[in-house]
């Protein structure tokens, strides 16, 4: 498998008349974004859009609610989602009325909060390509997800460079070392199991040696179109 074979069947799955949604899922640090983004890219080429990125991330519950809650410490579990929201989100693209633009939300890295209407949809998008955790969990209103999506990839990495770039991820938006390193070794290592254990129901589970490094435009490469 290569990164442009996953190009070719990322392409086939939009079609003139309905919207796809391709969801790209694996454990933290896998490369769900940077696949999901080299994968747009690589699509849209020069030409008018017509694949979008709508990251899960969007759908973290704000800081001040996950205070209240008493769940600031385990940012980025399952119940520090609004999996509802998001369901409902993936329902209203699949569905997507005529002429219509949808806004999602992002999620902003530096400040480490969701932003509203943050990403724009245009009708002309019949490819949505979604990545988060826990597309293929089943439990709650993580179930939700998974009937919404027509295909689901599972990105999987070698361990020890999944928690190398954690780690450093970690560092870059501001933690020290020791407390990246506590982070990941805890909260982050519960959520790694729990998604990992999500694999078998993937479609397709894409290998480190497909996954794309560092994005750098190649020459030559044609816009796939629905």
């Known amino acids: 498998m290569t990164f442009d074979d996953l190009l070719k069947r990322a392409a086939s799955l939009g079609r003139p008349g309905r919207r ?47 205070e209240r ?5 385990r940012k980025g579990a399952p119940d520090t989602f609004d999996p509802a929201g998001y369901a ?16 999602a939300p992002g999620f902003e890295r530096v400040l480490e909060q969701p932003v509203a209407g943050a990403i724009p949809v245009p009708p002309s998008a019949r490819l949505v390509v979604t990545e988060g955790n826990y597309l293929l969990l089943e439990s709650g209103a993580w179930a939700r997800v998974r009937p919404l999506l027509d295909d689901v990839w599972f990105c999987e990495i070698a361990e020890r460079e999944r928690v190398r770039r954690l780690v450093a991820r970690h560092e870059e938006f501001g933690k020290d070392h020791a407390s990246a390193v506590a982070w990941v070794g805890g909260t982050d290592q519960r959520n790694a199991d729990l998604v990992a254990a999500t694999r ?27």
């Open 20 to 66: 796809a949604i391709l969801g790209i899922t694996g454990s933290p640090g896998a490369g769900k974004t940077t696949l999901a983004e080299r994968l747009v890219r690589e699509l849209n080429g020069d030409g008018p859009p017509w694949v979008a990125h709508v990251p899960m991330d969007g759908f973290h519950l704000a800081d001040v609610e996950l």
């Open 69 to 73: 809650l008493g769940r600031r410490e």
């Open 88 to 103: 409902a989100l993936l329902r209203r693209l699949r569905e997507e009325a005529d002429g219509e633009t949808v806004y």
């Open 200 to 226: 078998d129901r993937a479609d397709l589970v894409v290998p480190d040696d497909a996954l794309p490094a560092p994005y750098a435009p190649r020459a030559g490469m044609p816009a796939a179109r629905p």
